[in-house]
């Protein structure tokens, strides 16, 4: 079991990471690219790509932050649809007796709000801990001068693995059956 859990994780973490950093960059770009219009479209000097640069790197992480949220969202669908080491995760219906075999979105609206709830309250409790650990071990002068977005991107990745094992046990929506 302990092998499902990991490539039911490692599958949501590559598909989460991809998604939300491909989008977040694309978005970037486009932002990049309608400034870049919106200012003349000037030749491209060697100052003017370092520019570009630097506000496709600004935009970066803000964009990244609200794509994750979608890709949260939209990748709670696709842990139903995959069988991983002769196991899957089953959506129940309401009535929890019969098993929904074509997921919509709106099918996961109360599972994902336990999950992602879930995945709030194990996040947070990682920064706890590595709020105590920045400040018994290092020297940082602020308590959360090394917290921005990658940081809490890895929190959340490490909390989603223990969240599938979680969810599995207290969601009476999920089941885990053999494929």
Do not use: H
Request: charged fraction near 15%; aromatic fraction near 22%.
């Amino acid at each position: 079991m302990g092998t499902f859990y990991f490539y039911l994780w490692f599958y949501w973490a590559l598909k989460v990471t991809l998604n939300s950093l491909l989008t977040a960059a694309v978005f970037s770009l486009i932002m990049t690219f309608f400034l870049y219009i919106q200012q003349g479209a000037i030749d491209l000097t060697s100052e003017v790509i370092d520019a570009l640069l630097d506000i496709a790197i600004f935009w970066f992480p803000i964009f990244w932050s609200f794509v994750l949220l979608i890709v949260l969202f939209r990748s709670v669908k696709y842990i139903f649809e995959n069988c991983f080491d002769g196991y899957t995760f089953e959506l129940l219906s309401c009535n929890k007796t019969e098993v929904i075999s074509s997921i919509g979105y709106g099918d996961l609206v109360k599972v994902w709000r336990k999950w992602f709830m879930l995945l709030i309250w194990l996040s947070a409790i990682e920064m706890i801990f590595a709020l105590v650990f920045t400040k018994v071990f290092t020297s940082y002068e602020s308590l959360f001068e090394w917290f921005n977005i990658y940081i809490l991107y890895t929190f959340i990745l490490i909390a989603g693995y223990i969240s599938f094992i979680v969810i599995a046990s207290k969601c009476r929506q999920i089941r885990i059956s053999k494929c």
